[in-house]
């Protein structure tokens, strides 16, 4: 049965409702705020396809499940130019995801807590490329960074940057070179079979 509800807090309901009187089946919830919710319901929840629209015009399609986020999903960010594809639970991403940037950068990878975790890679719009491990959003733990021009760095990242001991591959020499980084930087690097040198 289709019916209208108006709630005390402002919100509206129109659709199907069940034999309690709670939303059932497919419904548009218009929230006060302005945010609306057109799909479906399930004892009073949003539960499976649906889309929401927030009054910023940011936007989520994909599936619900006890009032949140939870299957697959795409999330727009309109205010932004960006948007993620990808599994959703409780609300937040988990699992594999896709983000794509405005600007043409993109990450695809594993997503816990609505963080990208794990494995990933991440593509530069200039050509560049990090493959390897995330933590927090960020490159975090072993991974390789390809540059445009050919070179490779195999190193060990922290909060986005190289840490520690890398083994760089010069593309232009066709050499492999130990280095230390710190924050990023270079602090020593010897040719593989040849000597030490300071920072170049």
Same mark, same amino acid.
């Given at each position: 049965? *289709?019916?209208?509800?108006?709630?005390?807090?402002?919100?509206?309901?129109?659709?199907?409702?069940?034999?309690?009187?709670?939303?059932?089946?497919?419904?548009?919830?218009?929230?006060?705020?302005?945010?609306?919710?057109?799909?479906?319901?399930?004892?009073?929840?949003?539960?499976?396809?649906?889309?929401?629209?927030?009054?910023?015009?940011?936007?989520?399609?994909?599936?619900?499940?006890?009032?949140?986020?939870?299957?697959?999903?795409?999330?727009?960010?309109?205010?932004?130019?960006?948007?993620?594809?990808? #599994?959703?639970? $409780?609300?937040?991403?988990?699992?594999?995801?896709?983000?794509?940037?405005?600007?043409? $950068?993109?990450?695809?990878?594993?997503? %816990? $807590?609505?963080?990208? #975790?794990?494995?990933?890679?991440?593509?530069?719009?200039?050509?560049?490329?990090?493959?390897?491990?995330?933590?927090?959003? $960020?490159?975090?733990?072993?991974?390789?960074?390809?540059?445009?021009?050919?070179?490779?760095?195999? #190193?060990?990242?922290?909060?986005?940057?190289?840490?520690?001991?890398?083994?760089?591959?010069? %593309?232009?020499?066709?050499?492999?070179? *130990?280095?230390?980084?710190?924050?990023?930087?270079?602090?020593?690097?010897?040719?593989?079979?040849?000597? #030490?040198?300071?920072?170049?």
């Amino acid at each position: 049965m *289709e019916t209208e509800i108006v709630y005390s807090n402002g919100n509206m309901y129109k659709g199907n409702i069940g034999s309690d009187g709670l939303p059932n089946g497919l419904g548009v919830l218009s929230y006060e705020n302005g945010d609306k919710y057109v799909g479906n319901f399930k004892n009073g929840k949003k539960e499976g396809i649906g889309v929401i629209t927030y009054r910023n015009r940011n936007q989520y399609i994909g599936d619900f499940k006890n009032d949140e986020f939870s299957g697959q999903g795409t999330f727009y960010f309109r205010t932004l130019g960006d948007r993620f594809e990808g #599994s959703y639970e $409780n609300g937040l991403a988990n699992g594999a995801g896709k983000y794509f940037y405005q600007n043409g $950068n993109r990450f695809e990878g594993n997503y %816990s $807590n609505g963080r990208r #975790s794990g494995p990933g890679v991440f593509y530069f719009t200039n050509g560049a490329r990090y493959v390897g491990n995330f933590e927090n959003n $960020n490159f975090n733990g072993p991974g390789k960074l390809y540059y445009p021009n050919g070179n490779i760095l195999d #190193s060990n990242f922290l909060n986005g940057l190289p840490d520690g001991l890398g083994i760089l591959f010069s %593309s232009f020499e066709k050499k492999y070179y *130990e280095v230390i980084y710190a924050n990023g930087l270079i602090t020593r690097y010897t040719l593989i079979g040849g000597n #030490s040198s300071n920072q170049p």
